[in-house]
C-alpha cells in the first residue's frame, strides 16, 4: 500500500502480469474464466460511513466470496496497526482470518479493494496456482483478482489529490489498467463507468491504449504498415538465410520445419500464449487456449 509516497508507473511487471494471465487460463481452463463473465458490481460491494465498520466488512467479504465461488470459505475480518494493506492466513479452511490495516476504519470505501485481493489468495491457494517468489505470486495475485472481476475496485483505489496519494496493490496504475482492457476485449464489459476515481480513469486509458497495441502486431492483420513492412523484410531474411527472431523486440520468430513449410510463432493477444502457425499467406488461426480466432497475413 502507497500512502502518501511516490507511485510507480508505467509496465516494469508486463511480462509477469502476461505470464499470470497465460497461468490463468492453463490452470482454470476457458469455460471456468468465462463464468466470471460478469464483474463485482459496485452496490454489492459499496461501504457506507454509516455502515458498522465490521458488520460492513463481513458483508463485503460475503459478497466477494460469493463471487469467487467459494461458498463453503468463512472470512472472520478484523483491523490492526501493520505496514501493508492486509494479510490473511491460508490454512486448511473453511474459516479464514483476514487482518485490514487500521487505515481503513477511516476510509471505507477501499475496504471491497483490500479484501479482493486477499480472498483471491484463498482461490488461487485452492486451485493450486501460485508461482515463485512473494513478488511474482503477488502479481499472480492481482492479475487474477483484475481479470476474474473484481479488480477494478483496486485500480478504483488509486486516488492523488493536493494533500494525499493513496495506491493499493503490486502492480502500477497503467498495468491494472491493462489488465482491465484485456478483459473487456474478452466480455466487452466496460469498467471505466465505475471508477470514482479520475487518476484510476486515467490509467485504465493508458492500460486500453497498451492492450489494443497487442491486437495490431505482425503477423495478425490488424497490424500498422511499419509493422507490417518490418514483417516482410524478416519473412525474405528467413526463407533465404535461415529462421530466427527478426529484430531485436520483434513479436514474432520464424521457425523451419523439416517436414513443412516455414512457421512464424508469436503470442496470442489474448491469453500470450505462443502460437506457432504456417507462413503461407492469410491464415485464419484459433488458439487452443483462450479459443480466440486470429486473422493473420504470414
Not at 490509467?203 to 511499419?226: K, S, V
Request: aromatic residues 10%.
Amino acid at each position: 500500500m502507497a500512502n502518501g509516497g511516490p507511485v510507480e508507473h508505467g509496465y516494469p511487471h508486463l511480462e509477469t502480469v502476461r505470464a499470470a494471465v497465460t497461468a490463468l487460463y492453463r490452470r482454470l481452463s476457458y469455460d471456468t474464466i468465462h463464468q466470471f463473465a460478469t464483474s463485482v458490481a459496485p452496490a454489492d460491494v459499496a461501504f457506507c460511513d454509516t455502515d458498522d465498520l465490521h458488520l460492513g466488512a463481513q458483508r463485503v467479504a460475503r459478497e466477494l466470496v460469493r463471487h469467487y465461488r467459494l461458498p463453503d470459505a468463512r472470512m472472520v475480518v478484523a483491523f490492526r496497526e501493520m505496514e501493508h494493506a492486509a494479510h490473511i492466513e491460508l490454512a486448511a479452511g473453511p474459516e479464514y482470518f483476514v487482518e485490514l490495516n487500521d487505515r481503513f476504519r477511516t476510509h471505507r470505501r477501499d475496504i471491497g479493494a483490500a479484501l479482493a485481493h486477499e480472498i483471491m489468495h484463498v482461490y488461487l491457494h485452492r486451485v493450486g496456482l501460485s508461482f515463485a517468489g512473494t513478488r511474482d505470486n503477488e502479481i499472480l495475485t492481482d492479475t487474477a483478482t483484475t481479470y476474474l472481476g473484481a479488480g477494478w475496485l483496486l485500480l478504483d483505489a488509486y486516488r492523488v489529490d493536493g494533500a494525499s496519494s493513496q495506491k493499493l496493490g503490486y502492480l502500477t496504475p497503467e498495468e491494472f489498467g491493462y489488465v482491465l482492457a484485456k478483459r473487456s476485449l474478452v466480455f466487452g464489459e466496460d469498467p471505466s463507468v465505475w471508477f470514482t476515481s479520475a487518476q484510476a480513469y486515467e490509467a485504465y486509458g493508458r492500460g486500453l491504449e497498451r492492450a489494443r497495441f497487442d491486437e495490431r502486431q505482425p503477423p495478425l492483420t490488424a497490424a500498422g504498415w511499419a509493422g507490417r513492412r518490418r514483417y516482410a523484410r524478416d519473412r525474405r531474411h528467413a526463407q533465404g538465410v535461415r529462421a530466427g527472431p527478426g529484430d531485436a523486440g520483434a513479436p514474432y520468430a520464424f521457425v523451419h520445419d523439416p517436414q513443412g513449410p516455414l512457421r512464424v510463432t508469436f503470442a496470442c493477444p489474448t491469453c500470450r500464449q505462443r502460437i506457432r502457425i504456417p507462413v503461407r499467406g492469410r491464415v485464419r488461426a484459433r488458439c487452443g487456449l483462450c479459443r480466440t480466432v486470429l486473422e493473420c497475413d504470414t
